[in-house]
């Protein structure tokens, strides 16, 4: 009974300190300042709009990550549903009242910040998820009624995010959430299904796709095809990567951004601009920074009390994984362009704001590993 009572009596502000992943919080640290260098050099080594901009995020974002960390995680049990169905209303209220640009009606001005609600739902829908199998009986896992709802949960957001259009997006949400429905116990025979049926289906997908969807996935086979049209992006992207060689042309040095041959170079393609002026060696160091920050969510996951919690720290651990996997695949030319933004280096508020909510509920469950959540 004393140890129940201890396991659920309030933590004090010196433990909540005391408890932060300090591991985990030094790699977001140093992870950021490499961003806030990579942005001055996009902005051709001057404090310019990119680097202002990137810096008051970066601060305003960590701070809030902090506060979310102190909050205890039962509070994101009890309000995951809402926060889904929030992003929900969001995803509607931007189809029609959101901002266009270049064709996507994407975001939502807020003065303060262009809001994405799509990256919100990365995080949204790993916490619903989670809540849902938090509770739930093994046998009633893969039952057909239990696994309807989960489905029609992952679909839905699908669908408003893929009417902006964002393909790229809509899809990492897909994997997010069925990252989740694996980890809760979903058995692996119906992944297999889904992914046979979605290659029997495939030439029907492709169909409804936009021309210029259609146009990134002829430029990722062909790159060659159109080199100063839909093709210029990836090859300056490859020349820049292969010209930084093992050691990098150093700092401020990349001929590749500073002479403009590299569009978006502050946005997806910030691991082309890091790469061409740190090379390889620098490019496995950031690698390396990446692969203990997913180590460490993974481990607190390991750590932590609440089977919600645990699928959350997992989910996202994932989530990361494949966020960054996607990213380099893209640059690097092995898969299509998607618009998928590298966390923490890239530029874009929404995405920082994403990421730095998941880390401060992952450190919320390493603070309060001990809670139990009913």
Request: net charge positive; with cysteine; proline share 3%.
């Amino acid at each position: 009974m004393f140890q129940h009572r201890r396991l659920n009596s309030e933590i004090t502000f010196f433990q909540k300190i005391r408890d932060l992943d300090y591991i985990l919080l030094i790699s977001i640290l140093l992870l950021s300042s490499i961003s806030l260098f990579v942005m001055y050099s996009t902005d051709g080594g001057e404090i310019l709009y990119h680097t202002k901009s990137h810096f008051i995020k970066l601060v305003v974002f960590f701070l809030m990550m902090l506060i979310i960390a102190f909050m205890n995680i039962k509070l994101w049990h009890i309000s995951a549903y809402l926060f889904y169905f929030i992003i929900i209303l969001l995803l509607i209220w931007v189809s029609y009242f959101g901002i266009s640009v270049s064709g996507s009606q994407r975001w939502l001005n807020l003065y303060l910040i262009a809001l994405q609600p799509s990256e919100l739902m990365k995080i949204a829908i790993i916490l619903c998820l989670a809540k849902y199998y938090h509770r739930l009986k093994t046998e009633d896992v893969n039952k057909f009624t239990t696994l309807l709802l989960p489905i029609v949960t992952i679909i839905i957001p699908m669908i408003l995010v893929l009417s902006q259009p964002d393909l790229g997006t809509s899809i990492l949400i897909a994997l997010s959430g069925l990252a989740v429905l694996w980890l809760g116990g979903v058995k692996i025979k119906y992944f297999f299904y889904s992914f046979f049926s979605f290659l029997i289906s495939l030439p029907f997908i492709i169909s409804f796709l936009k021309p210029y969807q259609k146009l990134r996935i002829l430029t990722f086979l062909d790159p060659d095809r159109d080199p100063l049209g839909a093709g210029y992006q990836i090859i300056q992207s490859k020349i820049a990567i292969g010209s930084g060689g093992f050691y990098g042309k150093g700092f401020l040095k990349g001929t590749q951004s500073y002479l403009d041959f590299l569009p978006e170079k502050h946005t997806d393609f910030i691991f082309t601009l890091f790469s061409e002026e740190f090379g390889f060696i620098g490019s496995i160091l950031l690698l390396l920074i990446y692969i203990i920050i997913i180590l460490r969510i993974i481990k607190i996951g390991m750590f932590t009390r609440s089977t919600f919690a645990k699928l959350f720290c997992f989910g996202f651990a994932f989530a990361i994984f494949v966020y960054i996997s996607v990213n380099l695949s893209m640059v690097l030319g092995l898969l299509p362009i998607v618009g998928s933004p590298l966390p923490i280096m890239s530029y874009g508020g929404s995405s920082m704001l994403a990421t730095m909510i998941g880390f401060g509920i992952v450190m919320s469950a390493k603070i309060h590993h001990n809670q139990n959540i009913a």
